[in-house]
């Protein structure tokens, strides 16, 4: 039976050439025409041609990562090193080292269209966490976040903050404040409710997510969270580990409690592809993208 999809032959098996010729023009007409981002490009659009470039290969193409040492020197040091396997990983099963390029065949688990792609978690890789954590590298002050009300002169909450919900107000704000100011009991909050009033009228974002045990330095510059930032996922205050994710838009507010460590400088509609499709990390999905490997081009 026919093949409805197979080419006809000349007697000999071949196809004739009249009929190769004219498919390869439809065939190439019919492709969409690729953007190459490679690391020549990569290197002239760099800020600072001082800086580390890795490529990050993935089964949809290519991203050029230029990496901030002089913001976050230890957590870039820390990806680096993952990335080329220079860090020793404990197998509880064996009881024995290794030192696997951490991120090669790990996938994009988490996806939210237009908002991130992460990738990197130990969750995902079968050896586990490469060790402790890591402390953040920001500098709010840098970031403006000193300056930034936490409420807005109408008495609403600055969107920056993302508060949504009367819960979002209770943790991220009133709970943290009661905590720093030591009140620990109703009897306290309402003696000393002019005083809380009196602090949140003067909090400022910096304020308000120290408060919540983020802790700044002022040494080094930072990036606030925009489109094509690579910061540190983490689980709260100085909890870095390998895992990381890219924005695929401005979110500002994210900025301060995420230490940025890099910037995709080419291919970043390859990053927008991978953002296409909202993956769950609760479930393996095929349609997540596998990272091939993540290499320094220095």
């Known amino acids: 039976m026919l093949n409805k999809f197979a080419l006809p032959c000349h007697p000999t098996g071949r196809v004739p050439l009249w009929l190769a010729g004219g498919l390869l023009v439809l065939l190439v007409a019919a492709a969409p025409w690729p953007v190459y981002a490679d690391g020549v490009t990569a290197r002239a659009a760099m800020t600072d041609a001082r800086n580390p470039l890795m490529e990050l290969s993935t089964s949809r193409g290519n991203l050029y990562i230029e990496l901030f040492p002089e913001e976050a020197p230890n957590n870039v040091r820390h990806f680096m090193a993952l990335a080329a396997g220079e860090i020793a990983i404990l197998d509880p099963a064996t009881n024995s080292e290794f030192r696997p390029r951490y991120y090669d065949g790990m996938r994009f688990h988490r996806v939210l269209p237009n908002f991130i792609i992460q990738a990197g978690s130990p969750v995902y890789h079968p050896l586990g966490a490469p060790d402790s954590p890591l402390a953040d590298e920001i500098n709010a002050d840098a970031l403006g976040l000193n300056r930034i009300p936490v409420m807005n002169a109408d008495g609403s909450f600055n969107s920056m903050l993302n508060i949504t919900s009367k819960s979002d107000f209770d943790t991220q704000i009133l709970k943290p404040l009661y905590a720093t100011m030591g009140i620990t009991a ?13 602090a949140l009228q003067g909090m400022t974002v910096k304020t ?12 080094t510059p930072s990036h606030p969270v925009t489109r094509g930032v690579v910061a540190l996922a983490n689980q709260g205050p100085d909890s870095n580990g390998a895992e990381f994710f890219i924005s695929l838009s401005n979110a500002n507010w994210l900025s301060g409690r995420y230490t940025v460590i890099g910037q995709v400088i ?21 349609q997540s993208t596998v990272i091939y490997s993540i290499n320094n081009l220095d």
């Open 266 to 286: 080419e291919g970043m509609e390859i990053a927008d592809a991978i953002g296409q499709v909202a993956i769950d990390p609760s479930q393996f999905s095929r």
């Open 186 to 198: 109703l009897g306290d909050l309402r003696s000393r409710q002019n005083e809380v009033l009196e």
């Open 208 to 219: 308000a997510y120290e408060n919540q045990g983020y802790r700044y330095q002022t040494r």
